[in-house]
């Protein structure tokens, strides 16, 4: 939706200061007036970034590119980011109209669609002081409350419970990053079970906490198939040392099956097992970490789940393995749904454990119990061929048992 002829004639009436504030303030309003925009659509940010631009503009001759050339470049950035976030926005009123605005705004001014962008501003930081290095006292602190923490767990063949509770089977194989916001990238690699099946199996994750400030050099963590190291890749166990204590920390229950991670400047902690022949990673974080990406950052499955085209349907299963995957967990939701699908799939009844050890993980790292279990959705989509083959998975597994 643009801007009507009215609308526009009132704006470049107006003195050319006042008309570009006028305009930011539009543009602001439409879209702080549709929900959507604080979702997942990134455009609230790029709509912020385009009035901080603009904010300390002066004057500058209207449609004089030379004496606006700020201004130009300003709108030239809000469009690349509405088309970076594009693919998020899909959908949304708020994002539509601001890219007509973008428009409508480009040709009143008179700017070319391409040239120079402008630089984002960068805010000065203070020397942090007192508990800026550890996430939840800092927290507390200021709030007066604890963190609201999320939780994602991504294990077996690959299943994905992402941040907002959706629960999705996965068929992607190679690698995809989990996690990918200001502080920390995680990408896990996906290797096929068997032969020419579709259902494939976590075998390597990777794991970078990214420098920030005085609290944390970049650090990485790398684990495989039989080989959960209890270190991180440069052997050490923590980093990061800030009054007397570290803000990265690993250790290990079971060197080679098992280690946590805990990052006190994000508040968060990571665990990285290994169950039959697959790995698995559950995580705990703040919101406010978790939702610290940028535009670009826009391939997540802990935070978006699996392309739809990559997302499979949990095939008919044989008795047994509803039987076995009954013993382990009686309450018949997504983790029980995930052991009867790995089993089928993999053949190998050691692939159940991943969907018990990623529930133990989810009641240590969900506070309310009434959020632990959760029940599939219904009616998930699966393309005809991959639900064939995973027939006759199922058939070819029944005549061998």
Known sequence: MGMGPRARAGCTNRPRATWKHQCATVLLLVLLSTPQALTQCRILTCNSDFVAATSDLGGGGVGKEAGNAGYCSALRSYALCTRRTARACRGDLAFHSAVQGIEDLLIQHRCPKTG???????????????????????????????????HCGVFGDPHVRTFSDDF??????GSWPLID??????????????GDSYA???TKITIIFKNWRECAE???????????????ADGSTSSG???????????????????EIWAAHIGTTLVVRQSGRALGLSVRSPRAIVESYTAEQDVQLCVWGCPVSQRL??????????????????????????????LVATGDTNSSFSALEALQDARNMITDPEKVHLQAAS???????????????VITLTLTL
Not at 116 to 123: E, S
Not at 181 to 194: D, V
Not at 382 to 391: C, E, I
């Open 116 to 150: 120079p962008t402008a630089q984002p501003r960068l805010l000065p930081q203070a020397p942090l002081s007192g508990d800026a290095c550890f996430y939840e006292r800092n927290y507390v602190q200021r709030e007066g409350r604890a963190p609201e923490y999320l």
């Open 168 to 173: 999705q089977t996965c068929a992607v194989p």
């Open 181 to 194: 916001n200001q502080y920390l990238y995680i990408q896990a690699t996906s290797s096929p079970t068997r």
């Open 200 to 202: 494939t199996t976590l």
């Open 218 to 232: 970049q650090q990485l963590y790398q684990a495989e198939l039989d080989n959960v190291p209890p270190a991180f």
């Open 241 to 259: 040392e800030r009054r007397g204590q570290q803000s990265l920390r690993v250790r290990s229950q079971a060197p080679g099956q098992h280690a």
């Open 313 to 342: 349907e949990t095939p008919h299963m044989l008795p047994t393995a509803v039987s076995h995957c009954s013993a382990l967990l009686p309450e018949r939701d997504i983790y029980f749904q995930a052991c009867l699908f790995d």
């Open 379 to 393: 009616g998930t989509s699966v393309s005809l061929r991959l639900h064939t083959l995973l027939t006759v998975t």
